[in-house]
């Protein structure tokens, strides 16, 4: 069955500091994978998706993720954040079966230190 | 750009009554899903809807939860008797390509089960 894990429950960083959320999944086939974030009272809106081709995918707001099939990663970055930036990131993997669901890991909580 | 959207933000119920979910999934999407947030907890996933049939549920989605398409752009949640655990964020979602596409979402609506 398909699983995400997010190591990191909460992560304070300084502003202008480099950020790298963790993510970690397990599935059988070549996944689908997306981060989200969710701003406090707010949906969730997509950063960015990896479904095949180049691995290193750009997305909104300045982000990237890194998908790495031999570590079972799609790390996600950014290389300056702002204080906007602060708010919960969701890892989630999709498949390509019958099946449509997605799911979510449990989320990073991001805080912006100024 | 498009968007989904859901009514109402925030739906306060006493326990056992029914209440109605409302979304209007972006107009070109085929695929239509619900997910839950217990505060605090990761996204759930609930139901996915497709060609007017329930395509998969997860087993959240017992006798009491039902979804319904009543029109060209409407797409419902009912919770027949609610229950003070299913005070939660709802979301929905939609989607043009099962899979193969990310699932856009709404801004959720608040559940309270007083």
């Known amino acids: 069955a398909q699983s995400v894990t997010q190591p990191d429950i909460h992560i304070t960083v300084s502003e202008g500091a480099s950020l790298e959320l963790r993510c970690n999944y397990s599935?059988?086939?070549?996944?689908?994978l997306f981060w989200y974030v969710q701003s406090p009272g707010q949906g969730l809106q997509l950063l960015l998706k990896y479904f095949s081709g180049d691995t290193l995918v750009q997305g909104i707001k300045g982000f990237e993720a890194e998908f790495k099939r031999s570590q079972s990663s799609f790390n996600l970055r950014k290389p300056s954040v702002h204080w906007s930036d602060a708010a919960e990131y969701f890892c989630?993997?999709?498949?390509?079966?019958?099946?449509?669901?997605?799911?979510f890991g449990s989320g990073t909580r991001l805080s912006i230190r100024p | 750009e498009p968007e989904v959207t859901q009514t109402p933000s925030h739906q306060v119920t006493q326990m056992g009554q029914e209440v109605i979910l409302r979304c209007v999934p972006i107009s070109n999407h085929l695929y239509f899903y619900w997910y839950r947030q217990i505060l605090g907890q990761k996204v759930e996933f609930l139901v996915s809807f497709y060609n007017n049939e329930i395509s998969e549920k997860s087993e959240i989605f017992d006798d009491q939860f039902s979804v319904e398409r009543p029109d060209g752009s409407n797409f419902t949640l009912k919770i027949r008797s609610t229950k003070l655990e299913d005070s939660a964020m709802y979301f929905c979602a939609s989607s043009e390509v099962q899979g193969s596409q990310p699932q856009h979402f709404g801004d959720g609506t608040r559940l309270s089960i007083l």
């Open positions: 599935y059988g086939a070549t996944p689908y």
């Open positions: 989630a993997v999709g498949c390509n079966s019958s099946a449509s669901k997605i799911i």
